[in-house]
């Protein structure tokens, strides 16, 4: 069995589910269109929740756990909503050594999530993330393409703020 994976509930639309259908009649007899029609999938919904992996799994007669395993196995896939804002936390060795985790820590308090989920107004995504190559600004985490760096704990309500 596949477990859901999301903090929030599915909200898909009865357009996008046609929308779906509609790219699965075009490539159910073909299994190898698979992560096609998962792609596109994710592109519909921005993420590939159980409801849409089952869409998948049923249109392309294929078992839920292939969709699952392509989904869970290759990065471009998400299993969760993500937010306007992707919040990312580098927890690489030399930030891990400079603080990250407390890092981490106050923004999921701050933003009552855990990492991997998404805040209910879809404001905000938080991630654990490795290396990403910025070790002499450490600890360092990214708001989208925005990069904070040498940052203490007590700094991260006013930073979340100015996305508010």
Not at 9 to 30: M, R, S, V
Request: net charge negative.
């Amino acid at each position: 069995m596949v477990k859901k994976i999301s903090n929030l509930p599915f909200t898909g639309t009865p357009e996008q589910e046609a929308q779906l259908k509609a790219i699965i009649a075009e490539c159910k007899d073909d299994k190898s269109m698979l992560m096609h029609v998962m792609q596109e999938a994710q592109n519909i919904y921005g993420y590939l929740p159980i409801e849409v992996q089952t869409m998948i799994a049923d249109g392309m007669n294929v078992p839920l756990q292939k969709v699952y395993g392509v989904a869970s196995f290759y990065a471009l896939f998400s299993l969760t909503p993500k937010g306007k804002y992707n919040v990312s936390v580098c927890l690489g060795t030399a930030c891990y050594v400079k603080g990250s985790q407390e890092i981490l820590d106050k923004i999921c308090e701050v933003l009552g999530v855990e990492p991997g989920e998404c805040t209910e107004d879809l404001k905000f995504s938080v991630e654990a993330c490795r290396c990403i190559g910025a070790c002499g600004l450490a600890p360092v985490f990214t708001i989208n393409e925005d990069v904070y760096g040498r940052v203490t704990p007590d700094e991260i309500p006013d930073i979340l703020a100015k996305y508010n």
